[in-house]
């Protein structure tokens, strides 16, 4: 029940049913909903403060994340002060999972999923013609949330759920400038491609750039040969 109220909030909040700033219904209302008892309903909301996607505050309620602008552009002094786990371990995991989820995801897709993932562009693109940054980081979330999920692996998303709280900071960083944005947008928009033509090699390769360009973008300084993996071209080109 908790992992039930923890994803379709999740889901409503990534896809922009409910907005950056927004009051969550109370937990009285939340219980009815639910058919739940209110303590699976504050350990859902409890789950849900700490990947960051609502604020509790007390007397009040709950409220979706408004994110502000953040307090520093440089990501790896910021990132090394907040987290013991190193920034590249984290890229590292990144290229394991999403790459290949995106490549999974184009050959797994239904319909549904498809029209989910298209919207999050959308979002995305209206988010940054209205300057909204909480809009652009749940749009950004609401589309990497979309190709795990149509990727159609119940363990790569408990694995990916392991890591989410993870991106919020980075994601800030990332979606501050409308400018970056612009460039995450373009990047989704070609990975979608990819997805909706079934074309999986170039599902990967496309999230696989996008990854890498990020983290150059934060001026994270790293050899990609260095990371312990191969893009896909290189692994195409080994294979030939």
């Given at each position: 029940m908790v992992e039930r109220i923890v994803e379709e909030l999740a889901n409503e909040i990534r896809m922009g049913v409910l907005k950056p700033g927004d009051k969550l219904p109370s937990e009285r209302k939340l219980c009815g909903r639910f058919g739940a008892s209110r303590n699976s309903v504050r350990e859902a909301l409890r789950i849900l403060s700490s990947r960051r996607m609502i604020q509790i505050q007390m007397g009040r309620g709950s409220f979706v994340t408004d994110f502000s602008a953040p307090e520093t552009n440089s990501l790896l002094p910021f990132w090394e002060q907040h987290h013991e786990v190193p920034f590249l371990s984290l890229l590292e995991v990144r290229l394991f999972?999403?790459?290949q989820a995106a490549a999974l995801a184009a050959s797994?897709?239904?319909?549904?999923?498809?029209?989910?993932l298209e919207r999050t562009l959308r979002q995305l693109e209206e988010?940054?013609?209205?300057?909204?940054?909480g809009g652009r980081i749940f749009a950004d979330i609401a589309f990497h949330d979309c190709l795990i999920r149509a990727a159609d692996n119940p363990l790569l998303v408990s694995i990916y759920r392991g890591i989410e709280p993870m991106l919020f900071e980075i994601r800030r960083m990332g979606l501050w400038s409308k400018?970056?944005?612009?460039?995450?947008?373009?990047?989704?928009g070609e990975i979608y491609h990819a997805v909706a033509?079934?074309?999986?090699?170039?599902?990967?390769?496309?999230?696989?750039?996008?990854?890498?360009?990020?983290a150059k973008d934060m001026e994270v300084s790293f050899d990609s040969r260095m990371l312990g993996l191969l893009p896909h071209s290189s692994i195409e080109k080994a294979e030939q």
């Amino acid at each position: 029940m908790v992992e039930r109220i923890v994803e379709e909030l999740a889901n409503e909040i990534r896809m922009g049913v409910l907005k950056p700033g927004d009051k969550l219904p109370s937990e009285r209302k939340l219980c009815g909903r639910f058919g739940a008892s209110r303590n699976s309903v504050r350990e859902a909301l409890r789950i849900l403060s700490s990947r960051r996607m609502i604020q509790i505050q007390m007397g009040r309620g709950s409220f979706v994340t408004d994110f502000s602008a953040p307090e520093t552009n440089s990501l790896l002094p910021f990132w090394e002060q907040h987290h013991e786990v190193p920034f590249l371990s984290l890229l590292e995991v990144r290229l394991f999972i999403e790459p290949q989820a995106a490549a999974l995801a184009a050959s797994r897709i239904d319909k549904a999923s498809l029209a989910q993932l298209e919207r999050t562009l959308r979002q995305l693109e209206e988010n940054i013609d209205k300057d909204s940054l909480g809009g652009r980081i749940f749009a950004d979330i609401a589309f990497h949330d979309c190709l795990i999920r149509a990727a159609d692996n119940p363990l790569l998303v408990s694995i990916y759920r392991g890591i989410e709280p993870m991106l919020f900071e980075i994601r800030r960083m990332g979606l501050w400038s409308k400018e970056r944005s612009a460039k995450v947008l373009k990047a989704h928009g070609e990975i979608y491609h990819a997805v909706a033509t079934g074309d999986s090699p170039a599902a990967g390769r496309a999230m696989w750039d996008h990854i890498l360009e990020f983290a150059k973008d934060m001026e994270v300084s790293f050899d990609s040969r260095m990371l312990g993996l191969l893009p896909h071209s290189s692994i195409e080109k080994a294979e030939q």
